[in-house]
């Protein structure tokens, strides 16, 4: 599969694609350097785990701390689908910059919703599509900041944004599912120890899968990924 913003013209639309396509492209790149990608997410989840054992050392309130680490875990995560997108592109050193500005820019409605913890799944899917798609067109190189952002809103018009509400709900759904999985399954730790690693395994695995979905969504509204269709 070619890179976002370096593949031929094709007619390939959004309005063509079904969803699954767009799994399985996701799930394509994610099996061809999972390892490179969970290293990436895991450099990017420093972010948010210094954040939260700064305010911890300051007694900060919980809901200061559940915001503000709520804030730097989008900010990070959409930051990593942005660096993503420019690594397969092969301009992540030119972009990272618009990338990581990008991310920071978009990410405090995904912080204030933060408070409503698992019922934020319900939110999330709303803007993905408008927010989470800025970062991935910073790293396809169509601009940083506010730039971004209106590429994105852009691409979400003309039913842009309606397409991609089943895209955006699987791939919350999808992370909201392998967290939980993921702390049953190291159960056996017990305590914090129990939390920091289910938060590693899981920033590991599920932030690159759902990067990868965004960038595949990007490139589908805008015509420039190459899927495979199902017949």
């Known amino acids: ?45 420093i972010f948010p785990a210094a954040a939260v054992i ?5 007694d900060a309130r919980p809901e200061i701390i559940v915001t503000v680490g709520s804030f730097a875990a989008a900010a990070a995560a959409l930051a990593l689908a942005g660096a993503m997108t420019a690594f397969i592109g092969r301009r992540l050193r030119a972009t990272l910059p618009g990338v990581v500005a990008t991310a920071v820019l978009v990410a405090p409605p995904f912080g204030a919703i933060g408070i409503l913890h698992l019922a934020g799944i319900f939110i999330v ?23 971004a ?7 979400c018009g003309q039913g842009g944004y309606r397409r991609s509400l ?18 049953i399954a190291l159960s056996p730790l017990g305590g914090r120890a129990r939390v920091i690693a289910t938060l590693i395994v899981w920033a590991a695995v599920a932030w690159p899968i759902a990067g990868l979905m965004l960038r595949s969504l990007y490139g589908a509204l ?10």
């Not at 390939?12 to 490179?36: K, P, S």
């Not at 899917?125 to 730039?147: E, I």
């Not at 805008?222 to 017949?231: E, M, N, P, T, Y």
Request: charged share 15%.
């Open 1 to 45: 599969m070619a890179a976002v913003s370096d593949v031929v013209p094709t007619e390939t639309r959004g309005h063509e694609i079904r969803t699954a396509d767009l799994v399985a492209t996701a799930l394509t790149r994610y099996a061809q350097a999972f390892a490179t990608f969970g290293l990436m997410a895991l450099v990017a989840a």
């Open 54 to 58: 700064a305010l911890r050392a300051a």
């Open 125 to 147: 899917p709303l803007l993905l599509a408008p927010l989470g798609l800025a970062p991935v067109a910073a790293g396809a190189g169509d601009g940083a900041g506010f730039a």
């Open 149 to 155: 952002v209106r590429r994105a809103l852009t691409l």
């Open 166 to 183: 089943v895209p955006c709900a699987i791939t919350a759904s999808f992370a909201a599912i392998l967290f939980l999985a993921f702390g």
């Open 222 to 231: 805008s015509g420039r990924l190459v899927v495979r269709l199902r017949i």
